[in-house]
Structures are given as C-alpha cells and as structure tokens.
C-alpha cells in the first residue's frame, strides 16, 4: 500500500485559510467515508482533528475543515493562526482493518 | 480520561527484537482495536498493524508480516508490539494508538523510541 500524497508545504498569512490535499486510490480514499486528519507538533504524538471525512472531536475548533471528491480529500484551515505551524497527516480506512497515512504536509504560518 | 502509557526508549543491537507495550487506562479494554503507528527521524507516519484487544487477532501491514507480532493481555489492559530481526532503518518512534467508534485512532500514546544502532 503506497502512502497518500500530499504536498511538501504549503504556507499562510495569518488569518488566512490554507487547503492541503491528499490524493489516493479508488481502493482507499475513493472508496471509503473514513478519512481523518491529524496535526502533529514537533516531539509531540499525533493528535486527531477531522475523522469520517469532515467530522469533528470534541474540542477541535471548527476552523479546521474536511471534505472529499472521488480519490481526493482535503483539509482547510480558516483563519491561520500561530500555533497552527505544525506537520498534518491525512489517513485513510484501506479495508480489512487496514490503513494508509498520507506523506505529510508542513504548514507554515509568516 | 483515557490514557495510553507506553514503555521507554530502547537501543537494540542490528539483528536483535524489541518489545514495547502500550497500557490503556479508564476505557472498556475490550471494546477499542489498538493500531501501532511508527516515525521514522524526519520522516511521516507509517501504519504497521492492528489487533483486536477481545479475540487477541491482528492485522499487520505487508511489510511488516514476517517481523511483527502484536499481542495483548486483558488482564493488565496492556498491548505489546514485538519487532524482529531489527534493521537500521529500523530506528524510529512507535506510537499505539486507539481505534475510535469509526475508523480513525482518537487517542495516542506518548511514542517509544526505538534505536537500533552498533
């Protein structure tokens, strides 16, 4: 299972809204509702912030936003802030009780 | 507040296994699948397998099927990751990571280092 692609970076101003993508398969992300999204800071464990494509956890401000269209999904967030700097990883169900996590994505805030 | 503890760092020798446990707290055991999850210095996050605390099954990634072996024991709430004929490439941070109701891992463990080194 190849991992899903997403780009290297991207970067914002703050206030402004970045989007990352994560492009799949018709056997992964094509094929399920269960994309999640998570952010990580540096030395820190991943922490969930989208799960079933573009549903929250308790306490993930809805700045942050999921949504998909056939092999692709994609991660918003609405009014950069600061401590938003982080790596964010997409991942996706691949069936069987298996799973696929994305490359990563540095997000960058000026 | 659920919690999964993990064991601390390990330096193993090229060759050699490595066993890191993952203790689950305030939470029904039995009722969440737990993943392991490792990082690679640098790199992104890569899945290794699943198993299912009730029946003790596991799903591993391909390549991982001929080195990993993940148990439980129900009586600690514990699961362990065991990872065979360690490589270099080997070295990296191992989390485990709690199945949600859906597919998607909701709480984390704080990571194991694992080095392998000689």
């Known amino acids: 299972q190849s991992a899903l692609t997403q780009p290297r970076s991207v970067s914002g101003s703050p206030g402004q809204s970045v989007t990352i993508s994560c492009t799949g398969t018709?056997?992964?992300?094509?094929?399920?509702?269960?994309v999640s999204w998570y952010q990580q800071h540096p030395g820190k464990a991943p922490k969930l912030l989208i799960y079933?494509?573009?549903k929250w956890p308790s306490g993930v401000p809805d700045r942050f936003s999921g949504s998909k269209s056939g092999n692709s999904a994609s991660l918003t967030i609405s009014g950069l802030q600061a401590e938003d700097e982080a790596d964010y990883y997409c991942?996706?169900?691949?069936?069987?009780?298996?799973?696929?996590f994305g490359s990563g994505t540095k997000v960058t805030v000026l | 507040q659920v919690q999964l503890v993990q064991s601390g760092a390990e330096v193993k020798w090229p060759g050699a296994s490595v066993r890191v446990s993952c203790k689950a707290s305030?939470?029904?055991?039995?009722?969440?699948?737990v993943n392991w999850v490792r990082q690679a210095p640098g790199q992104g996050l890569e899945w290794m397998g699943i198993?299912?605390?009730?029946?003790?099954?596991?799903t591993y990634a391909q390549r991982f099927q001929d080195r990993v072996t993940m148990t439980r024991d129900t009586s600690t709430s514990t699961v362990y990751l065991d990872l065979s004929s360690l490589r270099f490439e080997d070295t990296a941070v191992y989390y485990c990571?709690?199945?949600?109701?859906?597919?998607?891992?909701?709480?984390w463990g704080q990571g194991t280092l694992v080095t392998v080194s000689s």
């Open positions: 990571a709690r199945m949600g109701i859906s597919y998607y891992l909701d709480y």
């Open positions: 305030a939470y029904t055991f039995n009722d969440h699948y």
């Open positions: 198993i299912n605390p009730f029946s003790g099954s596991a």
């Open positions: 018709s056997s992964d992300v094509g094929y399920y509702n269960y």
């Open positions: 079933d494509v573009s």
């Open positions: 991942c996706s169900y691949a069936g069987s009780y298996s799973y696929v």
